[in-house]
């Protein structure tokens, strides 16, 4: 019944939209980065759900003028903003495929299980994990970090959490991160029920990297109160400057202390896929769990991040879960097991591993290492260039694709106003159309940031973005002047 009544026509209707998209990737760098949603647009987008059928062609055409214009801009060569992935565009094949077939990978017997299997046992090799391991394909790294904080949870706690839930006697957990950790992980604290409370900030240095000695102190200082040290977060690349911890020294003493120890390798951990840069993340293979994402680094479509347990089976004994319309079987569709669902929160789950499948077969991991290895080159770059600028100076040490720097002191403007100038001239470059960078506050400064998760971006790109930052900021600071 929703299928097209003349098949010849979608065909066509089909390839024409299949060729637009193409032409659209193809084309991205003639465009402008970030278009603002007009607000007409806003408008016809909060209409009514239509309740009549309307033509493919005309629901297309529809998109083309409403929605297409007003993308993100990440797949643009001079999108640097936050930590997005670029894309493919055999991702975004991959992607309509996965919809054709659209599978269901909460489980079962059918050839989505095992691709997922197969990409999950990659990642597992390439940290020479055993195989007990396992592993999820997650929306991203944030979903990745919770599963972890719950699986951990488990391992602290036994099984008995599921059914009876945290309560005084034992919600005496706390977990461990440094100041420069994402907030997804207090996020995590918070949905499992921990408490973000909990959760032990820790200064960093200079280098925006958790201090071992500091860490040791303050999981003392808890047991000697009577808590449960349960949980110390490692970072694989800062989402502010792309610092990673001193992971070696962190597993070292997590096994100490017998504390689960997971690493937040969101972009980082992909990072290890090249020979070069993998020394700076020794210490990442020894995790209990590590999340990551194929949506940042390894430039997959959204969404597609991953979360891999080193304990198999308490990953198992954290979500599994049954009833009788799941009621596995030994032969038939409903054999398979182990099941996704056992892994996570969801039964439903869609062909994520396909486009992740298809962009490491297509570019091989090599390549791909390649693509992230040229972005630190280009970043290292940038940041020379920036050393000794008339306009900016740079705020924090280069480790891996982020560059963060501000307005120099010399413009003369004291420190509230040089963070507004800051912000302001980040926002205009946005509006200019000709690139799209970010800002932070690194030790208590607005910064702007440029993270180099791009493989389109080339050196010129680079430049055009900061005579045009060096135009609008020079203009900015003119402003503060009065
Ligand atoms: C270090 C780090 N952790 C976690 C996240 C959250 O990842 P996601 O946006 O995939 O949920 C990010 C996002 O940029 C990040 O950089």
Request: with cysteine; net charge negative.
């Amino acid at each position: 019944m929703l299928d097209p009544a003349d098949w010849e026509r979608f065909r066509a209707d089909a390839h024409r939209a299949l060729d637009d998209a193409i032409d659209y990737m193809r084309d991205v760098r003639e465009r402008r980065v970030w278009t603002p949603v007009p607000d007409a647009v806003k408008e016809r987008l909060s209409e009514a759900m239509p309740l009549d059928p309307a033509p493919f062609a005309d629901v297309y055409a529809e998109f083309t003028q409403t929605i297409l214009p007003y993308a993100t801009g990440n797949i643009h060569p001079r999108w640097w903003g936050w930590v997005h992935g670029s894309g493919t565009p055999s991702g975004a094949i991959a992607d309509m495929l996965a919809g054709a077939m659209n599978s269901n990978v909460g489980g079962r017997d059918h050839g989505a299980v095992y691709v997922e299997r197969e990409v999950i046992g990659w990642f597992h090799a390439l940290f020479g994990w055993p195989r007990s391991a396992s592993g999820l394909l997650a929306i991203g790294t944030s979903a990745a970090n919770l599963a972890a904080v719950l699986v951990a949870r488990t391992k602290a706690l036994g099984t008995a959490v599921r059914e009876h839930g945290l309560d005084p006697q034992n919600a005496r957990l706390t977990g461990y991160v440094s100041a420069a950790t994402h907030a997804c992980v207090r996020k995590a604290f918070e949905i499992a029920g921990i408490g973000s409370a909990n959760l032990r900030v820790l200064p960093v240095d200079s280098d925006h990297r958790i201090d071992p000695g500091e860490l040791s102190r303050a999981i003392a200082l808890d047991r000697a109160q009577g808590l449960r040290p349960f949980f110390i977060v490692g970072n694989a690349g800062t989402v502010d400057v792309g610092a990673i911890d001193p992971l070696d020294a962190l597993a070292d003493l997590a096994q100490r202390e017998q504390i689960w120890f997971h690493v937040d390798g969101a972009f980082g951990a992909t990072a290890y896929l090249s020979e070069r840069l993998r020394p700076k993340l020794y210490g990442i293979e020894r995790a209990d769990s590590i999340a990551f994402d194929f949506h940042k680094w390894l430039h997959v479509p959204y969404d597609a991040g991953c979360v891999l347990v080193r304990d198999g089976e308490m990953h198992r004994a954290t979500f599994a879960s049954e009833g009788p319309y799941i009621t596995r079987m030994t032969r038939g569709i409903a054999a398979g097991e182990p099941w996704f669902t056992d892994y996570g929160p969801d039964l439903s789950r869609g062909f994520r591993a396909l486009k992740v499948w298809f962009t490491l077969k297509e570019h091989g991991a090599r390549k791909l290492a390649s693509a992230i290895e040229i972005n630190c080159d280009q970043a290292q770059r940038l940041a020379a260039r920036l050393q000794n600028d008339p306009d900016f100076e740079l705020v924090a040490g280069v480790e891996l694709q982020i560059v963060c720097f501000r307005p120099h002191v010399a413009a003369g403007l004291d420190d509230a106003t040089l963070d507004r100038v800051t912000d302001e001239s980040v926002i205009r470059l946005q509006e200019s159309g000709v690139a799209v960078i970010s800002s932070t506050t690194i030790f208590g400064k607005r910064a702007m940031r440029v993270c180099i998760t791009n493989h389109r971006t080339e050196e010129r790109d680079l430049e055009v973005m900061l005579e045009e930052l060096r135009r609008i900021t020079r203009g900015a600071v003119a402003e503060a002047r009065g």
